[in-house]
């Protein structure tokens, strides 16, 4: 898609809360009532990663479906691979 790549993760648990969809990337973060393991880390990190290499990633959530989309470039080069692995 113009030169993007997109990967889509979704699924048909409970909704994310309007007010949370931001705060859910901070570090840390986590949502009141929530019953996985796990530290608050892991989507503050993809899109951390996602931003060094020029993407980004988007978040849909309504009633019984959570979707998130990490969207980067889609360069096959081996010079564009090596760009971002010495980044």
């Known amino acids: 898609d113009g030169g993007r790549a997109a990967l889509i993760v979704g699924n048909d648990g409970p909704q994310i809360p309007a007010d949370s969809q931001q705060q859910i990337f ?37 009633p019984g479906w959570t979707a998130f989309t990490v969207v980067l470039r889609a360069e096959s080069s081996d010079r564009a691979l090596g760009e971002l692995v010495s980044t």
């Open 26 to 62: 901070d570090r840390f973060y986590r949502l009141d009532g929530t019953l996985a393991s796990g530290s608050g880390l892991g989507l503050a990190i993809a899109r951390e990663l996602a931003e060094l290499m020029g993407g980004r990633i988007e978040l849909v959530s309504e």
